[in-house]
């Protein structure tokens, strides 16, 4: 029942036309292909960063630089 077969995607490219136009159905597989390109870099390049609570030395405890970032601190652990 979940299976899309070619008769579906007949009928789903159809509606396409239809809704977007010949001229247009062009545009928008190009659109959605760089948008789907654009995301998988997106993820790819989050994958190579580490996280900076690892870039901290363990044995070095956190120390806020000013009064803002002694509050955020205090105000994100309650």
């Known amino acids: ?3 899309i077969g070619v008769p579906e ?5 159809a509606i ?3 809704l977007f136009g ?3 159905i062009g545009g928008v597989g ?3 292909g760089e948008a789907i390109r654009s995301f998988r870099q997106a993820v790819r ?5 580490t996280p900076v609570v690892e870039e ?7 120390a806020p630089e000013n009064q803002t970032q002694l509050q955020e601190a205090t105000n994100a652990s309650e």
């Open 1 to 3: 029942m979940g299976d």
């Open 56 to 62: 901290q030395a363990a044995g070095q405890p956190y």
């Open 45 to 49: 390049d989050e994958d190579g960063r």
């Open 9 to 13: 995607l007949l009928i789903i490219l």
């Open 30 to 32: 190009k659109s959605l």
């Open 22 to 24: 010949p001229a247009r």
């Open 16 to 18: 396409a036309i239809i």
